[in-house]
C-alpha cells in the first residue's frame, strides 16, 4: 500500500507538470499578447515584454515557470491587475469559490443519500417513484437554468435573497448559488444510492443478517450503506471538482467575485500566469482526490488491498 501510494504520487507530479508544460505552450500558441492595450504603442509593448520575459526561448520560460511555481511563486498579472502577485489574487477570490462549492457539495450529498435510501427501502413504491422523478429531473436540468430561476422567483419578486452577491451579508448571498449547485450532486448521488441499495439490500449476507435478528436501522447502516459507499466513493470525488471548477456561470449569474470568473477573464486577457496557476492548482486538487479515493477503498472495505498497483479482493 505504502508503496502504491508513493508511485502513484509521483505519477501524479509528472502528470502535473505535463500539463503546465503543455498548458503553456498553448497559451503561447494563442493570438495576441497579454498587452494588447490600444494605448500602448509597439515600442511600448515590446518593452513589457522584455521585461517579463516573455522574448525568451520558450523552452527558457517553461523552466523558469515551473522553477518559481514551485517555489510558490505564482508571478505577477500582466493584464488583469499589473504587477499584482497572482498568489494573492487567488487567495482573496478563491475562499468564497470554495465555500459556495464545499456548501453544494454536502447539501447535495446528504440529500440524496437520504432520498437513495428511502427510495431503495420503498422500492417501487410513491416514495421511489418521486426520487426518481427528481432525480431525472435535477440530471435533466442545467445548474445555471435552475440559478435564473432562484434569481427571479426568490430574489427578485418574493424578495427573500440578495440579488447579487453582497460582502455584507455572505450567508444570505451563498444560499441561492448553493441550492442551484446542489440539485445536481443530489439527482446524481440519490439515483447511485438507489440502485447500489436495492441490490445490496438483495444480496445473501443481508438476509443472513436479517436472519440473526439484527436491527432494520443497523442492517441499513452498517451493513447497507457501507457497501454502498465503496462504489459511491468513484462518482463523489470527482462531483468535487465539478463543483468548485464548474460553478463559472452560477458565479456571473450571482455576481460572485469568485475564481470562476477570475479564470474567464484572464484567458480573455491572455493573462498567462493567472491562467496557468489556476489550471496547476486545479490539476493538483484533481489528481490529489483521485489519489484519497484509492486509498479510501481500502479504508472503507477491509477486502480491499492495493499492491503493485492493482486492487485485489
Do not use: W
Amino acid at each position: 500500500m505504502g508503496k502504491y501510494v508513493l508511485r502513484r504520487v509521483g505519477i501524479s507530479c509528472i502528470t502535473v507538470l505535463t500539463i503546465i508544460v503543455i498548458l503553456f505552450c498553448l497559451l503561447k500558441l494563442m493570438p495576441g499578447s497579454p498587452f494588447n492595450n490600444e494605448r500602448l504603442t509597439a515600442e511600448q509593448q515590446e518593452v513589457l515584454i522584455s521585461k517579463y520575459g516573455l522574448d525568451e526561448p520558450l523552452p527558457k520560460q517553461i523552466v523558469t515557470y515551473v522553477k518559481n511555481m514551485l517555489t510558490g511563486d505564482f508571478g505577477v498579472s500582466y493584464a488583469i491587475q499589473q504587477n499584482y502577485p497572482v498568489a494573492k489574487m487567488i487567495a482573496n477570490r478563491y475562499p468564497i469559490t470554495i465555500r459556495i462549492g464545499l456548501q453544494a457539495y454536502f447539501l447535495g450529498i446528504i440529500l440524496g443519500l437520504l432520498l437513495g435510501i428511502a427510495a431503495a427501502l420503498h422500492h417501487n413504491g410513491p416514495v421511489d417513484t418521486v426520487t426518481t422523478v427528481l432525480a431525472m429531473l435535477g440530471n435533466s436540468i442545467p445548474s445555471h437554468v435552475l440559478a435564473l430561476g432562484f434569481v427571479y422567483f426568490l430574489a427578485y419578486k418574493a424578495r427573500l435573497f440578495p440579488l447579487t452577491f453582497s460582502s455584507n451579508d455572505v450567508f444570505r448571498s451563498t444560499i441561492l448559488p448553493t441550492l442551484a449547485l446542489s440539485i445536481g450532486p443530489m439527482a446524481m448521488t440519490a439515483r447511485f444510492t438507489r440502485n447500489e441499495m436495492i441490490e445490496v439490500m438483495d444480496s445473501e449476507y443481508i438476509l443472513l443478517a436479517e436472519t440473526k435478528g439484527l436491527g432494520r436501522l443497523r442492517i441499513v447502516g452498517i451493513h447497507g450503506l457501507k457497501n454502498t459507499l465503496v462504489s459511491l466513493i468513484t462518482t463523489l470525488g470527482p462531483m468535487v471538482m465539478m463543483l468548485l471548477t464548474g460553478s463559472t456561470v452560477a458565479e456571473e449569474i450571482f455576481a460572485i467575485p469568485g475564481i470562476g470568473s477570475l479564470f474567464i477573464n484572464a484567458i480573455q486577457t491572455n493573462d498567462y500566469n493567472v491562467v496557468i496557476s489556476l489550471a496547476f492548482i486545479f490539476s493538483v486538487m484533481y489528481i490529489g482526490i483521485i489519489l484519497l479515493i484509492d486509498i479510501l477503498y481500502g479504508i472503507i472495505d477491509p477486502r480491499i488491498r492495493l499492491a503493485g498497483g492493482h486492487r485485489e479482493s
